[in-house]
């Protein structure tokens, strides 16, 4: 890859990642619900979620997966369900009083490597990224050595941005009016990026 080549897919990824969606509406929840330390572990589930589809990707498997419209029909419709799922229930826990849990690292991880998963449109961000900055007259796996760790350098540094707003939202507004508002507003978020993740097209064959 050159450095220009470079430069272009590193800005490419910074938009892909840093585009408000359900990955960072759930890093702002973390933070908000469990400080910043703790919901390092969603981060830690997003990231293992970025370098498995960096991978498939790379085998050509995001590939096989762009052109199989069954597979991305029921995808959507899980991953759909299961964002309108947490955001309704967000919204009828929203005027609970936010009292300190204790909620498991594994716990965290595991809910955020799913939500980051379930977005079956991610799959059509990955195949795109390989298919415009990857020079098909060398080995993928040699090109892999730039690629890896430029994803997931940025996709480190956006969603820890996220999960510290969401820190700092917690600390400022645990018990407050606002608190309620914004933890309606983050539900209200899963809903429709739920809605629109159902409504998306399904790719059709070639």
């Excluded at 990026?193 to 998306?200: A, D, E, I, W």
């Amino acid at each position: 890859m050159s450095w220009e080549g470079w430069i272009i897919f590193a800005l490419f990824w910074v938009v892909f990642v840093a585009t408000p969606g359900p990955n960072a509406v759930n890093c702002i929840q973390n933070g908000m619900a469990h400080g910043f330390k703790r919901s390092m572990w969603g981060v830690v589930g997003i990231l293992t979620q970025a370098s498995l589809f960096l991978l498939l990707s790379a085998a050509g498997v995001t590939a096989l997966l762009a052109n199989a419209p069954e597979a991305f029909f029921w995808g959507k419709l899980i991953g759909a369900g299961f964002l309108v799922f947490l955001g309704v229930r967000g919204l009828l826990n929203a005027n609970k009083p936010v009292s300190p849990r204790h909620v498991s690292a594994r716990s965290i991880y595991g809910r955020a490597f799913l939500i980051a998963t379930i977005n079956v449109k991610s799959v059509a961000g990955y195949f795109a990224a390989f298919t415009q900055f990857v020079q098909p007259d060398i080995p993928v796996w040699s090109q892999m050595w730039v690629i890896m760790p430029t994803a997931l350098v940025i996709t480190t540094l956006s969603y820890t941005g996220f999960t510290a707003i969401g820190a700092g939202l917690g600390r400022a507004a645990i018990g407050a009016v606002l608190n309620v508002w914004v933890r309606r507003v983050m539900a209200i978020c899963f809903i429709v990026y739920g809605v629109l993740l159902g409504s998306s097209p399904v790719p059709q064959r070639a």
